[in-house]
């Protein structure tokens, strides 16, 4: 009776991290359960729907968010969410390593800590809740509340590799110096800074000012202002 007690109580904390209450819970349970514990009834055919739930639903959220973007970089940012770096960061936010079933041999090797299993209970997971209610607008809405600001920070991070890495390919190709970014404000409290970079480029009469949350954000601005007025279209 403890036992059972404690496991119900487990299920439900996991069910309010989530963000979803299962009307079956043997979908939770088996979306949980590890090959390790059963050769023949695991959560591998779940994370197999669940990996095409969460690309679909991300290609998605990606194509409605950055309307302006190419389809290449579309897809590079797609990857950059859906890897497995990026699934092991989402499965230990919603703490899933306490909830998983492995053998024990996983267990004795830490099987609840490694990247690669965390990930895939994320996708199982995403596939379990299909096969409950049948609607991808709920997944969608557990993609988006799971990943939260990654997928605004993924997209800031591609326009910034983006910006700044083109601008110096382009003056390294005419074999110019590379830009100087300097920082010329900082304002606001340390937990809420917004930075002012400036940019100067051999080719242009004066410096291009940026700015942004961060000093990244910042020099990618300036830079993105730096390719506009050397004439250099997106890709």
């Not at 979306?31 to 994370?47: D, I």
């Not at 309307?67 to 919603?94: F, H, I, N």
């Not at 690669?116 to 596939?127: F, H, K, N, P, Q």
Request: hydrophobic share 35%.
């Amino acid at each position: 009776m403890v036992v059972t007690t404690q496991k119900n109580e487990e299920n439900r904390r996991l069910l309010r991290t989530l963000g979803y209450v299962f009307n079956d819970s043997a979908w939770l349970e088996l979306a949980l359960t590890h090959r390790s514990v059963s050769g023949s009834r695991n959560n591998e055919r779940l994370e197999f729907l669940g990996d095409a739930i969460l690309n679909f639903v991300v290609a998605d959220i990606l194509f409605q968010r950055f309307p302006q973007e190419k389809e290449g970089r579309l897809s590079r940012l797609r990857a950059s969410l859906v890897k497995q770096d990026t699934l092991a960061s989402v499965a230990r936010d919603l703490k899933l390593g306490d909830y998983l079933r492995l053998g024990p041999g996983e267990l004795k090797s830490g099987g609840y800590r490694r990247d690669s299993i965390l990930a895939d209970t994320v996708e199982a997971l995403l596939g379990a809740i299909y096969q409950d209610c049948g609607d991808m607008t709920v997944c969608a809405g557990r993609i988006e509340a799971w990943f939260g600001s990654r997928l605004d920070d993924a997209g800031q991070e591609a326009i910034i590799k983006d910006s700044k890495s083109r601008l110096q390919e382009y003056l390294q190709s005419r074999r110019l110096p590379l830009p100087a970014y300097t920082v010329t404000a900082v304002e606001g409290e340390a937990h809420n800074q917004s930075f002012q970079v400036c940019c100067e480029v051999h080719g242009l009469e004066s410096p291009t000012e940026g700015s942004g949350l961060t000093r990244r954000h910042a020099e990618q601005d300036a830079a993105a202002q730096a390719l506009q007025l050397l004439g250099i279209n997106d890709e």
